[in-house]
């Protein structure tokens, strides 16, 4: 099971991966085609870091008990060790992709003054570092994982990152709108993907504890969701709108081709929530036989290839 965990993880990397270099130029360097995988390896690290919090907090959810909240603060810890060396791969690929010089510390420092998302990366790698140190400073006597400071730390992680990056395609007409959109769609996605992905953490080790844990999940997932569907439908017709193109775009670029994508791979995994809330949950409460685990970890699979096509769409913008 650590194995298929492990695997569900590492999926929007390898959804990343393939779209970057499906739709990339023949010319593209290493830079370009990879800055999509380690965004979508920050994403993923930052969203496990906030799900994994966020457990203990969820409605009607009993406290984990010592093994499971040690099993959390493992993963949270190494969640946050990749986040960090993802972070400082976006900063290192983002550097390569736009300066001849390559990356240097004369060019590092000049995207990191010059460039937005250069100060939200080097944010993004303190704040990732800092949950680390947290993590060391508490010491093993303390059973769980920080809690509302470990979300706070996530959330900060990875708001700027994703701003810098989504609401660059839209006009400065719209960017106020995009900027509130954005935030929600973030924090809903992170809770949705990231309270998951701790899901199947916890589920792999301990069954009785996740149908403990599943109805209070389940109506943060349901909240989340609509935030999730509305704010991205609103944000991506204000990117298409703001191009010369319009609509179009949909149907004669990339990114209107992966943005369709994305939208039809989150119209099944509302399918997929709708049916463990009202059916997969149902049944655990009745008593009956019901196998939670696996429809979590397909349901994480397909979060997976939702959070790279995203990955891919923030460094892919609309031209027309």
């Known amino acids: 099971?650590?194995?298929?965990?492990?695997?569900?993880?590492?999926?929007?990397?390898?959804?990343?991966?393939?779209?970057?270099?499906?739709?990339?130029?023949?010319?593209?360097?290493?830079?370009?085609?990879?800055?999509?995988?380690?965004?979508?390896?920050?994403?993923?690290?930052?969203?496990?870091?906030?799900?994994?919090?966020?457990?203990?907090?969820?409605p009607g959810a009993p406290y984990p008990p010592p093994a499971i909240a040690r099993r959390i603060r493992t993963w949270g810890t190494a969640a946050s060790a990749g986040g960090l060396a993802c972070a400082l791969l976006v900063l290192a690929t983002s550097v390569t992709k736009i300066d001849p010089r390559g990356l240097t510390p004369d060019s590092l420092i000049s995207y990191v003054t010059t460039f937005t998302s250069g100060k939200a990366l080097v944010g993004a790698a303190a704040l990732t570092l800092s949950y680390i140190v947290v993590e060391a400073v508490r010491g093993p006597e303390k059973s769980g994982p920080p809690g509302t400071l470990g979300i706070m730390i996530a959330l900060a992680a990875m708001v700027p990152t994703s701003l810098s990056g989504h609401v660059a395609h839209a006009t400065y007409e719209f960017a106020d709108v995009m900027v509130l959109g954005m935030i929600a769609h973030v924090f809903g996605a992170m809770c949705w993907v990231g309270g998951l992905a701790a899901i199947g953490v916890v589920g792999a080790r301990d069954g009785d504890y996740l149908r403990k844990i599943?109805?209070?999940?389940?109506?943060?997932?349901?909240?989340?969701?609509?935030?999730?569907?509305?704010?991205?439908?609103?944000?991506?017709a204000l990117v298409l709108i703001s191009q010369p193109a319009g609509f179009a775009v949909l149907f004669q670029e990339n990114y209107g081709r992966v943005l369709l994508a994305k939208t039809v791979a989150l119209g099944l995994l509302l399918i997929l929530g709708g049916r463990m809330r009202f059916v997969v949950i149902t049944r655990i409460g009745e008593g009956r036989t019901a196998s939670p685990l696996r429809w979590v970890l397909l349901e994480l699979a397909l979060m997976g290839v939702v959070f790279g096509l995203a990955s891919v769409l923030s460094t892919n913008p609309p031209t027309g």
């Not at 990397?13 to 085609?33: F, G, K, Q, Y």
């Open 1 to 58: 099971m650590r194995t298929w965990t492990a695997g569900l993880l590492a999926l929007p990397l390898a959804t990343a991966l393939a779209v970057s270099a499906l739709i990339s130029d023949p010319e593209s360097s290493a830079a370009e085609i990879f800055n999509p995988v380690a965004r979508a390896g920050l994403v993923a690290s930052t969203s496990l870091v906030l799900g994994l919090n966020l457990i203990p907090s969820l």
């Open 214 to 236: 599943l109805p209070g999940f389940s109506v943060v997932a349901g909240v989340s969701s609509i935030a999730v569907l509305a704010s991205g439908l609103l944000d991506g």
